[in-house]
């Protein structure tokens, strides 16, 4: 089974309109991490959001906002309005406290969004 | 600071040759992962180095192999290159000061693009 789903293969989006990525995570792991990557076409992944698995508030960065709910097993991102700059791909990633032995950090990505910000 | 640096940024190979990928992590930073990340693939985990050693690595074949240097520094080699090689190869590093952090956020570089012929 998949550890991180992303439903939404590609969005368009008005510029200036809000935006709800999606992300599903499959763990038994009580403890774990989410983070999610913005990759623009020159491919640099640039870090944008964490959620941790015992945090009690969504986490918020700027624009940039954390559904977390973690009975669902979902952790949907929200960028409010959105820009041009926005577009890119979109990677939501998991490290699970039981995978990380003697610390490694390993990420399970998600297969991304490609998100188009329409002028 | 300066970001996570790699080089080269492209590079064109032949089948049956191998390659060296280079990565400078964050000063500071200590622990240094590798990813491929392909269109059919997606991002998959190469492996991961702490300290000089390696500390996980992910399902792939032993042509993929890596080293961290004292001064924390990476590089990944792929012998006997094949087709199925040709990817992005992106390489992250964090702080990793101690402690098994699930906090701890990796930075990535620009990544190599290897395209084998």
């Known amino acids: 089974a998949q550890k991180i789903t992303q439903t939404q293969p590609g969005m368009f989006v008005q510029e200036k309109e809000a935006v709800t990525l999606d992300c599903t995570y499959d763990t038994s792991d009580p403890s774990y991490g989410l983070f999610w990557y913005k990759q623009p076409s020159s491919g640099e992944m640039i870090f944008l959001i964490y959620q941790g698995s015992y945090d009690q508030q969504n986490a918020t960065e700027g624009r940039y906002s954390l559904n977390f709910q973690k009975a669902r097993k979902s952790a949907n991102l929200v960028i409010s309005a959105s820009q041009l700059g926005d577009s890119a791909m979109y990677f939501c990633a998991m490290r699970e406290y039981q995978d990380m032995g003697f610390g490694n950090e390993k990420l399970t990505f998600g297969t991304g969004t490609r998100l188009t910000i329409i002028p | 600071k300066a970001g996570v640096t790699q080089t080269p940024r492209y590079l064109i190979k032949t089948r049956g040759q191998q390659v060296t990928l280079s990565c400078s992590p964050i000063s500071g930073h200590r622990s240094v992962s590798w990813y491929q990340q392909t269109p059919g693939q997606g991002l998959q985990f190469l492996f991961e180095?702490?300290?000089?050693?390696?500390?996980n690595k992910g399902n792939f074949p032993g042509r993929f192999s890596g080293r961290q240097f004292s001064n924390s520094r990476s590089e990944m080699n792929v012998s006997t290159l094949e087709l199925g090689d040709s990817a992005l190869y992106l390489c992250?590093?964090?702080?990793?000061?101690?402690?098994?952090?699930?906090?701890?956020?990796?930075?990535f570089g620009p990544g190599t693009r290897l395209t084998v012929l």
């Open positions: 180095y702490f300290s000089e050693t390696q500390r």
């Open positions: 992250a590093s964090s702080l990793s000061a101690g402690g098994q952090a699930l906090t701890d956020t990796q930075y």
